[in-house]
């Protein structure tokens, strides 16, 4: 198992940036897939971005083209870089570590930060 700790939320006026980051423990970070998810009021999570232990990322139709993920196995660290940010993407935004990029295959969960996008 692997400890993730997010930060990085806040409130942003739309069309605004925020950067999410996410504190890996453990030494074997580079070989996990790690995931961005998010859960808005009265909907289900879903799986925004996500990258392989190789690098390859795959990303939600709805972001594609304002979010970028990556990650810097050095620093343990994973990042979700938003920039024109909408109000629908208000949500709590977790980080997540698992052994393939399908939503089912991670296990592991941050705590969640909040980003809220005002109109």
């Known amino acids: 198992q692997v400890q993730l700790v997010e930060s990085g939320g806040g409130l942003v006026q739309a069309g605004g940036s925020l950067r999410l980051s996410c504190a890996a423990s453990?030494?074997?970070?580079?070989?996990?897939?790690m995931g961005w998810f998010r859960q808005a009021p009265g909907k289900q999570r879903e799986l925004v971005a996500a990258i392989t232990s190789g690098g390859s990322t795959n990303y939600a139709d709805s972001v594609k083209g304002r979010f970028t993920i990556s990650r810097d196995n050095a620093k343990n660290t994973v990042y979700l870089q938003m920039n024109s940010l909408k109000p629908e993407d208000t949500a709590v935004y977790y980080c997540?570590?698992?052994?393939?990029?399908?939503?089912?295959?991670?296990?592991?969960w941050g705590q969640g930060t909040q980003v809220t996008v005002s109109s």
């Open positions: 453990g030494r074997t970070f580079s070989s996990y897939a």
């Open positions: 997540a570590a698992g052994l393939g990029v399908h939503p089912r295959n991670f296990g592991s």
